[in-house]
């Protein structure tokens, strides 16, 4: 009968037992809202600003208002939270629903490499989470932004465009957008271009790891000088800066006009005698001229002398006024005569003509006019004298 007893009270035992273990060792549930980051975990450049993005999670029915506060952080940080340009200290998050807010950190330049932890804690009536974040500062930094020139110095003559091939690269971890600009002497233009492609940049977006080809078309002033011109070309995001040096070479142009007082290439002169001429030699190039001498082709027997007869030096766009004396021939009858001048350089020869009206001397017309009444008048007389016969 103990027996009967006994199996009814082991039985209630192992039922009582039952009932209450289960409540012993449950595991607590999740709260109801708490904090999440898809990457709690960071390793960094000395200097460098991270952003971690925090999911503030409701899971309730109802909307609730969430306090934040990073309760945890080293010195010389700079930690902020933010959201579309605001600093943020609370947030309404929804039933069901999450929101999001950026935590901003500044790398102290002199940070030690080793791994720095911050902590976030939400809290409010019925709240309260926290929320672990660990960066890492790298002992080595790592490489950044790459900028190279294929051929980085170009010579050409004034007047040419000038074409560099570059390589942009993006050797970081995080995808870069770069504001690309020059510096160059006044009145140069440079113009930045995908390669392949036929429009003007001022901005490149390059993916971590990659690079962007970009042709540079430099374009010095019309009438710039022979010389070496330096060029900057600077590639810039908000993490990095680097520059490339370009160099142009300018061959200079060699080109030269004549021109006189009158702007008509018509004189006058006597025949046997100086006349005065002036012409004027500028230099339309780019590149001095050294050395012009000054040259003539004219009829027979007639003298061309120049004052100077050469010019040792003519920058571009100086002037020098050259006199010509004309000396026809003695014996030039009077009438329109043509000779030419000639400025040579070794790089550029200019050839102009010019019509010289020749007028007799005064007295010789009169000897001629003389002779002329005394051939007449030997005439008459001799018709006279055989009529009187």
Partial sequence: MSKLLLTPFVSLVALTVGAVAPASVATAQAPEVYLSTPIPGV??????????????????????????ALVKAPDGWQPILKD????????WVAGEKSESVDLQLKVPADAKPQDYEFTLRATGPGIDSSLKLIVGVKDQPTQGTSFNVQYPELRGKSGSTFGFKADLKNDSEEDRTYGLSFKAPDGWDLVFK???????????????????????????????????????????????????????????SYTMAMSTRTDVFNTQATAGQESPFYVTITNTGSAPLQNVSLSSSKPEGWTVTFKPDKIDQLDP???????????PSAKAIAGDYMLSVSATHPQVTLNRDIRVTVETPTILGWIGAAILVLVIGG?????MKLGRR
């Fill in 43 to 68: 390793l960094v450049d000395k200097g460098k600003q991270v952003t971690f993005t925090i999911d503030v999670n409701n899971k309730s029915k109802e909307g609730k208002t969430v306090d934040l």
């Fill in 84 to 91: 579309r340009g605001f600093v943020v200290r609370s947030v």
């Fill in 194 to 252: 995908p390669s392949y492609e036929d429009k003007q940049v001022s901005s490149v977006q390059i993916k971590s790891g990659s690079s962007q080809s970009l042709d540079i078309s430099v374009t010095p002033p019309a009438q710039v000088q022979a010389g070496e011109y330096p060029i900057t070309i600077t590639a810039a995001s908000q993490a990095d800066r680097v520059s490339a040096n370009l160099k142009v070479i300018v061959t200079g």
């Fill in 317 to 327: 766009g100086a002037q020098r006024e050259i006199t010509m004396l004309i000396k």
């Fill in 379 to 383: 005439l008459l007389g001799l018709f």
